[in-house]
């Protein structure tokens, strides 16, 4: 699998937006681009997924670069429940068992 | 519903104990995993079970040994652990079908303690 590379930490403030970066300088074609995020004491929930569109859901939204060597998970409006682990992992359609490799991870701060 | 639910949410064993970890879902998911998670490191894969046969092993110890008696019950029994084995143990299911666009969802995990 192609590696991800990330922020250690990242501060945001509450109620304000924060954009959490990954470089995918080495993706395929064929990898999708997936956030999950870890709060603490708890497992890893799924946040959003894309190929090469930008997508939204209630959670969050995903912007990917047009050459895909890069995306941004954007929270629009920082709550305290958002400080955690985020999680930017690739995951190749031509690959086994669309298993997740996890990389080290933003852990995300919020103050409020 | 899209509830994993792992059992014990603690446990601490001696290293001559033998114990069960275990796994359920009722979302119809026929890929199960299960991962290990150290201390402010990110999950590792250890096993992933696809309609209820063992596919991957990521040269997991012998100590550890998985079982997926049904579509919907993942085991994970321990035996001879060593103190290193300490960890959250964390297990995951995908919905069939979906390959690399698939979802997993993760339970709480169980906190694992060897003395």
């Known amino acids: 699998d192609a590696k991800t590379t990330q922020p250690n930490s990242m501060e945001s403030n509450e109620e304000e937006p924060v954009h959490l970066p990954c470089n995918h300088s080495t993706i395929s074609g064929t990898d999708y681009i997936h956030w999950y995020r870890q709060l603490p004491s708890q497992g890893p929930e799924y946040v959003i997924h894309g190929l090469t569109s930008n997508v939204n859901n209630r959670m969050a939204s995903l912007a990917i670069a047009e050459d895909r060597k890069s995306s941004t998970l954007i929270l629009h409006r920082a709550t305290l429940r958002d400080a955690a682990v985020y999680y930017c992992i690739l995951r190749d359609v031509l690959g086994s068992q669309g298993n997740l490799i996890f990389g080290k991870g933003t852990k995300l701060s919020v103050k409020p | 519903d899209t509830e994993v639910t792992q059992t014990p949410k603690h446990l601490v064993m001696g290293m001559t104990n033998k114990k069960s970890l275990k796994c359920e879902q009722h979302m119809g998911h026929r890929a199960m995993y299960w991962y290990k998670q150290k201390a402010k490191k990110p999950p590792e894969l250890m096993f992933v079970?696809?309609?209820?046969?063992?596919?991957i092993n990521e040269s997991v110890p012998s100590r550890f040994s998985p079982e997926c008696p049904n579509s919907s019950l993942l085991n994970l029994h321990l035996h001879a652990l060593q103190p290193e084995d300490s960890a959250l143990y964390l297990c995951?299911?995908?919905?069939?079908?979906?390959?690399?666009?698939?979802?997993?969802?993760f339970g709480a995990g169980t906190r694992l303690s060897v003395l």
């Open positions: 995951a299911s995908r919905a069939p079908g979906q390959g690399a666009a698939g979802i997993q969802y």
């Open positions: 079970y696809s309609y209820e046969k063992l596919s």
